[in-house]
């Protein structure tokens, strides 16, 4: 059974500047008629949107009528099957876990190979909030304010050599401290790739919160890829490795169901996934299905990328 969190209390005092784009912990609960003092056990009282209500950030790629979605489907709706592969079980499951220490590679063909502890990595790039639109393959959708910071600002800093073509994403492989993988779902540790080209689109994010709070475990802490034009799989979670390679890299997905995921995995409301229609969704939180739009709504960043290719086969 679920029992549900407490929600986002743990706002860093580091996190609240004076250039935040966020409510400091003490406005929030003012805002939800609470008070500083009423803090410990108030999570689970707060209005379901109360952070929806405070979400703020550049809304990129938004359609008139995307509005955030509250924080408790954000934080409760979840495929991370490293945590189970229910709805709820990640929330759930993954509540003992812990993203820090956390160190992640950047490595193969580079200049600047590095080992870099979690927040080494993530302190010379400038942080960003960001709202986008989040499609899963399996035709339900979001709107997320995620936090993060461009991942060609990482590939930058390494330096790719000429002959780096892509970008290896790997996963934590460790059982005792990811329960699924000790049940054989997928290929073990899950693992994603772009091609360097997309990696370095400056839509792309190297993830490390939301709702302008680190990223809870269930959503892929302390790190993960968003790539908002994509199928939600190719936002890998909790990565340790980040490596260029002049291959196309196997991907988690391809290799478990290469007739159903191929490498590129756009999001294309003209191309169905062969056992249903990827035309529409359903946006968590609606009755009714919304028309999918072509890469996600991003067509107009990112179709340049694609230009020549034959769709129906590079799916
Ligand atoms: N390591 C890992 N990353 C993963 C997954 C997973 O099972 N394991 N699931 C993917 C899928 S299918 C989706 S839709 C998104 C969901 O991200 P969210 O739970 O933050 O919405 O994470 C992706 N990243
Ligand atoms: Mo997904």
Redesign the pocket.
């Known amino acids: 059974m679920l029992i549900r969190s407490a929600g986002p209390t743990d706002l860093r005092s580091s996190e609240i500047t004076p250039e935040s784009l966020y409510l400091s912990r003490r406005e929030w609960l003012a805002a939800a008629g609470l008070t500083v003092g009423a803090i410990v056990g108030v999570g689970a009282l707060l209005p379901r949107d109360a952070a929806a209500q405070q979400a703020s950030g550049k809304p990129y790629g938004l359609q008139a009528d995307d509005k955030p979605t509250p924080w408790e489907d954000?934080t409760t709706y979840?495929?991370?099957?490293?945590f189970g592969t229910n709805k709820d079980d990640?929330a759930e499951l993954s509540r003992g876990f812990k993203p820090r220490p956390w160190s992640v590679k950047v490595e193969g063909l580079v200049k600047k190979p590095g080992n870099y502890a979690i927040d080494d990595l993530l302190k010379p790039s400038v942080v960003e909030d960001r709202i986008y639109r989040?499609r899963?393959?399996?035709a339900w959708s979001?709107v997320?304010p995620w936090r993060g910071i461009m991942l060609a600002d990482v590939l930058k800093r390494a330096e790719p050599t000429p002959g780096a073509k892509f970008v290896e994403f790997t996963?934590l492989y460790d059982p005792s401290r990811m329960p699924g993988q000790r049940y054989p779902v997928?290929r073990w540790p899950?693992a994603e790739g772009l091609r360097l080209d997309e990696a370095m689109h400056p839509l792309t994010l190297l993830v490390s919160g939301v709702y302008g709070r680190d990223l809870p475990n269930?959503?892929?802490a302390p790190l993960?890829l968003v790539v908002p034009w994509k199928?939600?799989?190719k936002?890998?979670?909790?990565i340790v490795r980040i490596r260029l390679t002049d291959t196309q890299p196997a991907t988690a997905w391809n290799v478990s169901a290469p007739d159903e995921y191929g490498f590129y995995s756009n999001v294309n409301p003209t191309v169905d996934h062969p056992r249903w229609s990827q035309a529409k969704e359903r946006r968590i939180g609606e009755f009714l299905r919304r028309p999918t739009l072509m890469f996600n709504g991003y067509a107009n960043q990112v179709s340049s990328l694609y230009a020549g290719m034959d769709l129906r086969k590079n799916y």
């Not at 979840?78 to 490293?82: A, C, H, K, L, S």
């Open positions: 954000v979840n495929n991370f099957y490293e990640p989040h899963c393959v399996e979001m997320v996963t997928l899950y269930q959503n892929g993960r199928y939600g799989f936002g890998i979670k909790s």
